[in-house]
């Protein structure tokens, strides 16, 4: 008997593929991040030629094991952009040297339907990287991201993966860890100030993403 659940998502995901590549993405399917990390290091990475590598804070990336790939491989530089023991300053200086990395590194905080990419930023080091510098833009996502437009991608964010990420950050004082839900503050700690909509990729296949077939990441 078909699992009418793999059913509904390999429709959903198909459906989502399909619009990413009529937007001018380069876009990939995985079954989990084992098959993830394979994409990116036998069929995305080796194409590319890249020198150089960095990333915006992504749970999904880590979960697929591919930066600690990278790190290990003598051809790839990897930038690290949140060493635990480097002073601010020169994290915030190797995040400017990663937006001219030829590989960045991604996740986004939602997909939509219609194929576009919605993204909301504390520092804008991440959807910076997304919009303009390197070469190459690698984006993994799981299927929890998938939303029908950028209404319901706004609404995913400011409601859930915003105050789950700032809840995730013992050291942040916002009204959200409270809340649960978006207060519009004024906190220094603020983790929404700026927002990115990604409509297509340009230059054509410069952003390429592999959604997950698997709820991932906030």
């Known amino acids: 008997m078909h699992n009418p659940i793999e059913i509904y998502w390999k429709q959903r995901l198909e459906k989502c593929k399909k619009a990413l590549e009529n937007n001018n993405f380069d876009a990939y399917l995985a079954e989990d991040t084992i098959e993830a ?9 080796p194409k590319l030629g890249a020198k150089s590598a960095s990333w915006g804070d992504s749970m999904t990336l880590h979960a697929t094991g591919v930066l600690d790939t990278l ?8 930038i690290e952009t949140f060493a635990q023991d480097v002073p601010r300053e020169k994290i915030i200086e190797r995040r400017r040297k990663a937006l001219l990395a030829d590989i960045f590194f991604s996740g986004s905080n ?3 339907e219609t194929g576009k990419l919605v ?9 910076a990287g997304i919009i303009f510098g390197p070469l190459h833009v690698i984006i993994t996502a799981g299927r929890n991201k998938i939303v029908s437009d950028v209404t319901e991608a706004m609404k995913r964010i400011k ?11 013992a050291g942040f004082k916002t009204p959200c860890r ?4 978006c207060m519009d503050c004024k906190s220094p700690d603020r983790i929404c100030n700026t927002w990115a ?3 297509k990729s340009y230059p054509k296949g410069r ?3 592999l959604i997950i077939n698997q709820d991932l990441g906030l």
Request: aromatic fraction near 4%; glycine fraction near 2%.
């Open 37 to 45: 990390h394979k994409i990116m290091m036998n069929k995305i990475i």
């Open 71 to 78: 790190r290990k491989s003598p051809d790839i530089n990897v």
């Open 110 to 112: 939602a997909i939509t």
């Open 119 to 127: 993204n909301l930023d504390m520092v804008g080091n991440r959807i």
């Open 159 to 169: 409601n859930y993966a915003a105050p789950v990420n700032a809840i995730r950050h």
């Open 178 to 181: 409270k809340t649960s839900y």
């Open 197 to 199: 909509i990604t409509d």
């Open 207 to 209: 952003i390429k993403i």
